[in-house]
T-cell receptor, first 112, second 115 residues
Framework: LAKTTQPISMDSYEGQEVNITCSHN???????ITWYQQFPSQGPRFIIQGYKTKVTNEVASLFIPADRKSSTLSLPRVSLSDTAVYYC?????????????FGSGTRLSIRP | EAGVTQFPSHSVIEKGQTVTLRCDPISGHDNLYWYRRVMGKEIKFLLH????????ESGMPNNRFLAERTGGTYSTLKVQPAELEDSGVYFC?????????????FGPGTRLTVL
């Protein structure tokens, strides 16, 4: 199982760029890195997924260094609605879903 | 496109009773998963269906839990008899056939309270 470590909480202000880093030292060769967002009383929502280098979509960017032992989720110009818990997940395309570990996540609070 | 739906949104039962949770995945999603978060803990995997077959049920806590997916469409998760430690939020998720196990679409969850 690829365990991940991420900050328990982060605070920022509207309009700022927020970077959340996740450590996954024992990531396996076939593992992908995926980030989910969860609002209170809702299920987690897929944000972005990557294998190496950089991935960008309309919501966020994901930076993965060459050794893949960490990754950084970047949220550009956050707003109050980005206040949520963010989960970093590591797992293999071909592995069992039971090996996908949610962890505690990072509670991001955005202030006006 | 309708998302994953779960019913009921909230259930309060007494210890020893039976409860059945239902999940309707996104149409066309062969993969269906059940997760749960007990109070103060992390979201934990329970089991994974591919169509009507159980692909992985290694996360099911004990034989009081029974999941079914007859016909490969909606799924039910029955807890019988319910215990206090079963209280928590039960999430269902679905994904496309052959998609990465990480790209899952989650429902809003069912909050189960066992008194």
């Amino acid at each position: 199982l690829a365990k991940t470590t991420q900050p328990i909480s982060m605070d920022s202000y509207e309009g700022q760029e927020v970077n959340i880093t996740c450590s996954h030292n024992n990531i396996a060769t076939n593992d992908y890195i995926t980030w989910y967002q969860q609002f209170p009383s809702q299920g987690p929502r897929f944000i972005i997924q990557g294998y190496k280098t950089k991935v960008t979509n309309e919501v966020a960017s994901l930076f993965i260094p060459a050794d893949r032992k960490s990754s950084t989720l970047s949220l550009p110009r956050v707003s109050l609605s980005d206040t949520a818990v963010y989960y970093c997940l590591v797992g293999s395309w071909y592995s069992s879903a039971s090996k996908i570990i949610f962890g505690s996540g990072t509670r991001l609070s955005i202030r006006p | 496109e309708a998302g994953v739906t779960q019913f009921p949104s909230h259930s309060v039962i007494e210890k020893g009773q039976t409860v059945t949770l239902r999940c309707d995945p996104i149409s066309g999603h062969d993969n269906l998963y059940w997760y749960r978060r007990v109070m103060g803990k992390e979201i934990k995997f329970l089991l994974h269906f591919v169509k009507e077959s159980k692909q992985d049920e290694s996360g099911m806590p004990n034989n009081r839990f029974l999941a079914e997916r007859t016909g490969g469409t909606y799924s039910t998760l029955k807890v019988q008899p319910a215990e206090l430690e079963d209280s928590g939020v039960y999430f269902c998720a679905s994904s496309y056939p052959g998609s990465s196990y990480n790209e899952q679409f989650f429902g809003p969850g069912t909050r189960l309270t066992v008194l």
